[in-house]
């Protein structure tokens, strides 16, 4: 039996909250939407200004945003509130962010050339805080040369672009140009506040399952969804870190900043964790390999008739305790997901693969699922986290990677 010393390690609260946020509305029919970000905002405890430009105030009504904030509605450069009479310097002094939602392709055009010719775009021209745009706009201007070079110089620019999605639009067209739902652009709008713990460092994670092939059609493979390594590379991302993520057979999205290598069976994802681990700080692997791969794949699919079928297996290379056991190793974090004795197996994992931390869970709280409950392992002892979401559970293991990095330094 194993002792550890316990403690429930707390889960970040809400990262809007208190956060002074501008949001800049621009004249789009996607503008009906911006008053459920700003009522989603004002739920999560952030301070909204709103900001509109003379064409949004055609869609929805300044009293609207007036409303849901509780707070005056910026529409003109020249009628402020503010004693001053410098709403554009004011209001971006005591931003912590500035989102323009719904952001038109000639708004998205002035701010690629620097104009200031309202009060919207004279503060993101003299704003001293991040800027992100969710655009919305006909998919045919979406997809002009123009608007095109416009979101390269933008991201260039450093300016964070939210979407935009496809799907049906206004006007009767399909295809991208649809703003992001509001709950989406919240979402993001967290991952930017994030600490960035892992700046300057570079993360190499294995998700998902892996296929073994047996014949050209048939395997062995796993139920693991790959949703905690894809949250985990999302995490370490958000945390600044440049993440490679190397992903057996799913179709999860690649989240933002990622560099995703998709491979199938345990033998090719060995053979991309080993070409992308040079120079690499923290090594995760969160994949569920398969502990066993047939030893002879057919080369043509097997045919049914006989009565039993017997299958010669191979085992899998450990591709975790082969990278922990470089004399080079980077800093290496293993998953241990059992059906029982978790602290005894996980421990004993962590140990036998000399791993400096073990990220344990019962199969039953998290296979599949969105949420999780986990417990890490490291040589201080056991520290379960409160239970929640995979990506709150994500950043809270990369919080523990960043601190346990500390102090080795
Ligand atoms: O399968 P096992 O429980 O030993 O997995 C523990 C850890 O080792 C996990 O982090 C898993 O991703 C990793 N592993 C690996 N290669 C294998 C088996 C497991 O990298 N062949």
Same mark, same amino acid.
């Given at each position: 039996?194993?002792?550890?010393?316990?403690?429930?390690?707390?889960?970040?609260?809400?990262?809007?909250?208190?956060?002074?946020?501008?949001?800049? !509305?621009?004249?789009?029919?996607?503008? /009906?939407?911006?008053?459920?970000?700003?009522?989603?905002?004002?739920?999560?405890?952030?301070?909204? &200004?709103?900001?509109?430009?003379?064409?949004?105030?055609?869609?929805?009504?300044?009293? *609207?945003?007036?409303?849901?904030?509780?707070?005056?509605?910026?529409?003109?450069?020249?009628?402020? @509130?503010?004693?001053?009479?410098?709403?554009? !310097?004011?209001? *971006?002094?005591?931003?912590?962010?500035?989102?323009?939602?719904?952001?038109?392709?000639?708004?998205?055009?002035?701010?690629?050339?620097?104009?200031?010719?309202?009060?919207?775009?004279?503060?993101?021209?003299?704003?001293?805080?991040?800027?992100?745009?969710?655009?919305?706009?006909?998919?045919?201007?979406?997809?002009?040369?123009? #608007?095109?070079? =416009?979101?390269?110089?933008?991201?260039?620019?450093?300016?964070?672009?939210?979407?935009?999605?496809?799907?049906?639009?206004?006007?009767?067209?399909?295809?991208?140009?649809?703003?992001?739902? @509001?709950?989406? !652009? !919240?979402?993001?709008?967290? %991952?930017?506040?994030?600490?960035?713990?892992?700046?300057?460092?570079?993360?190499?994670? *294995?998700?998902?399952?892996?296929?073994?092939?047996?014949?050209?059609?048939?395997?062995? #493979? =796993?139920?693991?969804?790959?949703?905690?390594?894809?949250?985990?590379?999302?995490?370490?991302?958000?945390?600044?870190?440049?993440? #490679?993520?190397?992903?057996?057979?799913?179709?999860?999205?690649?989240? %933002?900043?990622?560099?995703?290598?998709?491979?199938?069976?345990?033998?090719?994802?060995?053979?991309?964790?080993?070409?992308?681990?040079?120079?690499?700080?923290?090594?995760?692997?969160?994949?569920?390999?398969?502990?066993?791969?047939?030893?002879?794949?057919?080369?043509?699919?097997?045919?049914?008739?006989?009565?039993?079928?017997?299958?010669?297996?191979?085992?899998?290379?450990?591709?975790?305790?082969?990278?922990?056991?470089?004399?080079?190793?980077?800093?290496?974090?293993?998953?241990?997901?059992?059906?029982?004795?978790?602290?005894? /197996?996980?421990?004993?994992?962590?140990?036998?693969? +000399?791993?400096?931390?073990?990220?344990?869970?019962?199969? +039953?709280?998290?296979?599949?699922? =969105?949420? =999780?409950?986990?417990?890490?392992? &490291?040589?201080?002892?056991?520290?379960?986290?409160?239970?929640?979401?995979?990506?709150?559970?994500?950043?809270?293991?990369?919080?523990?990677?960043?601190?346990?990095?500390?102090?080795?330094?």
């Amino acid at each position: 039996m194993i002792f550890f010393e316990t403690s429930i390690l707390s889960v970040m609260s809400d990262e809007l909250a208190g956060k002074h946020i501008v949001l800049g !509305i621009t004249g789009g029919v996607a503008g /009906y939407k911006a008053a459920e970000l700003a009522r989603l905002l004002g739920k999560a405890g952030a301070q909204v &200004d709103v900001v509109m430009t003379a064409a949004a105030i055609h869609f929805v009504a300044p009293l *609207t945003f007036q409303a849901l904030t509780g707070r005056p509605v910026f529409t003109s450069l020249w009628d402020v @509130p503010q004693e001053n009479g410098m709403a554009h !310097i004011d209001l *971006t002094r005591r931003a912590d962010a500035v989102i323009v939602a719904p952001a038109t392709a000639d708004f998205i055009a002035k701010l690629v050339h620097g104009l200031a010719d309202d009060l919207l775009a004279s503060l993101c021209l003299a704003r001293d805080c991040p800027l992100l745009v969710a655009p919305a706009m006909n998919r045919q201007m979406w997809e002009h040369p123009a #608007t095109v070079r =416009n979101m390269a110089q933008l991201r260039a620019d450093g300016v964070g672009v939210l979407g935009p999605a496809s799907g049906a639009q206004a006007c009767g067209e399909v295809g991208a140009g649809r703003m992001l739902e @509001p709950a989406e !652009i !919240i979402d993001a709008l967290r %991952a930017s506040f994030q600490p960035k713990m892992l700046a300057g460092k570079r993360v190499l994670l *294995t998700a998902g399952p892996t296929f073994e092939a047996l014949d050209p059609v048939r395997g062995l #493979t =796993n139920s693991s969804s790959g949703k905690m390594g894809f949250a985990l590379a999302q995490a370490s991302a958000e945390a600044g870190a440049e993440v #490679t993520l190397v992903a057996g057979p799913v179709s999860l999205p690649t989240p %933002a900043g990622v560099t995703r290598i998709d491979v199938t069976g345990a033998l090719e994802m060995r053979d991309a964790v080993k070409s992308a681990l040079a120079g690499r700080h923290i090594f995760i692997a969160v994949a569920a390999v398969a502990d066993y791969r047939p030893a002879v794949p057919v080369a043509h699919k097997i045919k049914k008739g006989a009565q039993t079928l017997t299958l010669e297996l191979v085992a899998n290379p450990d591709i975790l305790a082969e990278v922990a056991a470089r004399p080079d190793a980077p800093f290496c974090v293993g998953f241990a997901a059992e059906s029982q004795n978790l602290a005894e /197996y996980a421990e004993g994992k962590r140990r036998a693969k +000399q791993l400096p931390l073990v990220v344990g869970n019962l199969v +039953q709280d998290g296979l599949g699922g =969105n949420a =999780n409950v986990v417990t890490l392992f &490291d040589a201080a002892g056991a520290h379960p986290l409160a239970p929640g979401d995979k990506l709150t559970i994500a950043r809270a293991i990369v919080r523990h990677i960043a601190e346990m990095l500390d102090a080795q330094n």
